[in-house]
């Protein structure tokens, strides 16, 4: 006859985590993995997910602008992709549409992907705006061919302005500090600009056309001298991003107990 204490039987069965302390543990968990210099919460299903849905909205826009306006680079070698301008957008939609996702799942993964996005796609947008209109206050001609069609303002801004100052803001008050170093952002700028002059000149072998009026205007070494000095500002770009955020958030030196990381390439998850 087995004999059982009064204890064991009355001993209620150990409760499982309600749903509302797993939901408490996820909160503190992405507090822990948020970044001491990183102003404004993200990922997050509120103002960081606001942000994400309205500039992507604002590159949706320009993607159909580009559908719904026609004109010969449409029906050319590369399409639309010919443009820097194109290209830099079309990874600043990378980088927002990974980051609307971190949000919506909170995924810290996702949110570093994001951030190691950003760490081309902000420079790099940076970089076109500054081009762009530094440019075509020299002379529009240099940017725009004689035939193409002038766009709205309101278009103009939302290829050449919108997705610098978007991406900006999102680093200052949605991420974490960059950590590249000058050096390895001079490569990454490095390589970019070579890659993008390589397309270019594919493009014009199959069109017989340039997508930019200056690359007609400069010679072979002329255009290298301009790709060249294209990655040297996108470097000082990421420079200049850098400070700019130690500016509004601070340095990682004044918050008690944080180590400042070393600088180094890919170091962007902010731990």
Known sequence: MAFFSSNAVHAAPP??????????????????????????????????????????????????????????????????????TIIGLSLATATFAVGLLADLTLSHRLFVLKNTLSVASAPMECLISLLYWGLRAIDQKLVLPDWAPRISLGADLSFHAIPALAL????????????????????????????????????????????????DILDTPQRAGLFAFAALIMSISTVMLRWIYVQVNGREEGVPGLARPKERSGNVKGE
């Open 168 to 215: 900006i803001v999102d680093l200052l008050f949605f991420s974490p500090p960059y950590t590249i170093a000058f050096l390895p952002a001079l490569a990454l700028s490095g390589a970019i600009a070579a890659g993008y002059w390589f397309w270019v000149e594919i493009c014009a072998s199959a069109n017989g056309f340039y997508p930019y009026p200056i690359f």
């Open 15 to 84: 409760r499982r985590p309600s749903h509302l302390h797993r939901m408490a543990s996820d909160v503190a968990l992405q507090l822990v993995k948020r970044h001491p210099l990183q102003r404004l919460p993200s990922p997050s299903r509120g103002t960081s997910a606001l942000l994400h849905s309205l500039v992507l909205c604002s590159f949706a826009y320009s993607f159909d602008f580009l559908v719904r306006y026609p004109n010969p680079f449409n029906d050319s070698y590369g399409w639309h992709m010919q443009f820097l």
